[in-house]
């Protein structure tokens, strides 16, 4: 069997990502944890509605899964104030961190979900976002943890459900193995095709795109990162 070849039992197990807290958090941290997060986090529990979420009207919809530190989700934030923008990220010190930025730039449209994103999509409504971006996502690389990747026939079912026609999956790796698994899941989901046409589509970023530290951190060390464009058919 292949690298690229699903495994006899299930694709991925409910946690596909690892800690939920890494070093101790400040003063500061721990206040906006308390105070802002309840504040700015989705409801726990029932469908959603998108446009709801925010304190005004915005255009459309966008989610983010696995934020990390947030730097991509902060800037699409700026360049897009018409745009609501939810992200999902369990690991409690890269939420502090947007927490600050969002709190300090008064960015008003958006909003947080700090669990597992397998628990929110279902509670979406059809073709509801516009955009939604997988970026540099945990390779799980070991065989036995593969399972545990988010991307799954599960997870690309329920982000083709809640895109809109013509809305946008955005993945990006520097793994080249979790590219091919991607592709190779990605062409068994009908509902989504990948826009690729040229070596170029792949290899270059998206407009507008800022870039984030780990990116910086894994060209300086050699490897190249991979921008899969799925448009929602």
């Known amino acids: 069997m292949d690298d690229h070849d699903t495994d006899a039992g299930p694709e991925r197990a409910r946690a596909f990502y690892g800690r939920r807290k890494g070093k101790r958090l400040r003063p500061g941290q721990e ?25 005004r009207p915005v255009s459309e919809t966008w989610l983010e899964i696995g934020f990390g530190g947030g730097e991509h989700l902060a800037a699409q934030a700026r360049l ?11 690991f409690v ?4 961190k947007l927490l600050r930025t969002v709190d300090e ?20 409504p059809d073709a509801s976002i516009g955009r939604v971006f997988l970026l540099y996502p945990d390779p799980w690389p070991k065989r ?24 946008e999956f955005r993945f990006a790796s520097d793994i ?35 870039g984030t530290r780990y990116e910086a951190k894994t060209t300086a060390e050699g490897r190249r990162p991979t921008y899969l464009t799925f448009v929602r058919v």
């Open 105 to 124: 730039e008064e960015l008003d449209t958006v909003r947080f979900w700090d669990r597992d994103a397998m628990e929110l999509l279902p509670r979406l």
């Open 93 to 96: 010190n890269g939420v502090v």
């Open 144 to 167: 036995r943890q593969r399972k545990r990747r988010f991307v799954s026939e599960e997870s690309l079912n329920e982000i083709a459900r809640v895109l809109k026609p013509g809305g």
């Open 31 to 55: 206040e906006r944890l308390a105070d802002l997060l309840p504040r700015l986090r989705l409801p726990e529990a029932g469908p959603l509605d998108p446009a709801a979420l925010f304190p």
């Open 80 to 90: 897009n104030p018409g745009t609501g923008i939810i992200g999902c990220e369990p």
């Open 176 to 210: 080249d193995d979790y590219v091919g698994w991607t592709l190779v899941r990605a062409a068994a989901c009908a509902p989504l095709r990948w826009t690729a046409t040229r070596s170029a589509d792949w290899t270059t970023p998206w407009p507008e795109w800022p």
